[in-house]
């Protein structure tokens, strides 16, 4: 039997709901890019998962992500609040994978899926939950033991974000105001609250879409990254920890 959710949360995921169902957001649909490929390559580096891996993505929306992570030959499973974006899901799919997909709340991962993971991963959730060190301690358990739990998050200190929830259509401060709790202290010390260890946080990206789709940027990007009068507002922020053994 699946969890009853807190009324809060209920009411938090209601309108996280509305948010994401209102209208087909362009900027989540899935696509070949390189772009979302950084992504995805990041994740899978620090989450050290190998082709054949049982992954669970988290917050997978229409699978911009989960899509492409398949196409690499992971057993990748998928959770959404949304039953509208599951379908949409299903429907880019074209039942090329058969993807097993779950909706429902990250607090009722127990509930919802069998087994364990060799990662659980995530791509731009954690600031649209409700209560971080509750939505860790929950994932968690469902991670083998010496498995690892991947998200990347926008960087607060990132100017850029702001512009972008002022001007895309579609976007809200509503929406999108957890980005102000995505603080190394807050998500790492969540983590570590949940049991997970060798924490760690970096940064990466640089450019915006329509140039890190070029095949040329790649190199150059990595450069900027690399210099430290930047660092601290690069787009991308990468959080991970290991389960132990």
């Known amino acids: ?23 087909v957001k362009q900027r989540m649909l899935p696509r070949e890019s390189r772009y979302l490929s ?11 998962v190998r082709e054949g891996g ?9 699978g911009r992500y989960t899509l492409d992570l398949a196409d690499r030959g992971f057993a990748i499973e998928g959770l959404d609040l949304s039953p509208v974006l599951l379908e949409r899901l299903r429907a880019f799919d074209k039942g090329r994978h058969d993807i097993p997909l779950y909706c429902g709340d990250i607090l009722q991962v127990a509930d919802l899926v069998t087994g364990e993971f060799d990662a659980v991963v995530g ?6 939950v409700h209560d971080l060190p509750a939505c ?3 994932i968690t358990p469902a991670v083998k033991p ?3 739990v991947v998200f990347v998050e926008p960087n607060p200190h990132c100017p850029l974000y702001y ?30 609250q949940a049991g997970l260890r ?23 990007e990595v450069a900027l990254e690399a210099m430290p009068l930047w660092r601290v507002f690069l787009p991308f922020q990468l959080f991970a920890g290991v389960k132990e053994r």
């Open 123 to 128: 791509f731009f959730t954690l600031h649209h």
């Open 1 to 23: 039997m699946t969890q009853s959710l807190p009324s809060e949360f209920a009411d938090h995921n209601d309108q996280q709901r509305r948010y994401f169902e209102r209208s």
């Open 136 to 138: 860790f301690a929950a």
């Open 163 to 192: 512009v972008q929830i002022l001007l895309t259509p579609g976007m809200s401060w509503e929406g999108e105001s957890g980005i102000a709790q995505m603080r190394r202290g807050t998500v790492l010390g969540a983590m570590q």
């Open 54 to 62: 049982r992954v669970l993505e988290v917050g997978c929306g229409m």
């Open 198 to 220: 060798e924490t760690e946080m970096s940064r990466f990206g640089f450019f915006p879409p329509f140039i890190a789709d070029r095949a040329w940027s790649r190199p150059l």
């Open 38 to 48: 950084r992504h995805i390559d990041e994740v899978v580096r620090a989450a050290a």
């Open 146 to 148: 010496g498995g690892r």
